[in-house]
């Protein structure tokens, strides 16, 4: 597995939840660490995206209310979400791309909205 992801799970409407997200050694050259979302019956769709550099990308969605981190070593990405709402129930894929274009899916974690 070229990523580990965690954090996903069940919280209820207007709670939090922090994704977490460890690139493993095999990964070199990383530049950008992100993630996105697929809901059920929709396309995958950018939450948030951060590169090396600390410049930060956010989908419409996440604006507000999410906030991506790197740590200091940039291979693991974090993403805290606070004010879920029940729309942003999706599985989260954790997603690295490389200097040289390669990329990189993790497998998801789940998260569910609901009271």
């Known amino acids: 597995q070229v990523q580990l992801e965690s954090g996903g799970g069940l919280v209820q409407p207007g709670g939090s939840l922090r994704l977490s997200c460890a690139a493993s050694?095999?990964?070199?050259?990383?530049?950008?660490m992100g993630w996105y979302r697929q809901a059920p019956g929709k396309e995958r769709e950018l939450v948030a995206d951060?590169?090396?550099?600390?410049?930060?990308i956010y989908g419409d969605s996440a604006k507000g209310r999410f906030t991506i981190s790197r740590d200091n070593g940039r291979t693991t990405v974090y993403l805290q979400m606070n004010s879920l709402k029940p729309e942003d129930t999706a599985v989260y894929y954790c997603?690295?791309?490389?200097?040289?274009?390669?990329?990189?899916w993790g497998k998801g974690t789940l998260v569910t909205v609901s009271s």
């Open positions: 951060i590169t090396s550099g600390g410049s930060k």
């Open positions: 997603r690295i791309r490389t200097t040289g274009g390669m990329l990189y």
């Open positions: 050694g095999s990964i070199f050259k990383i530049n950008v």
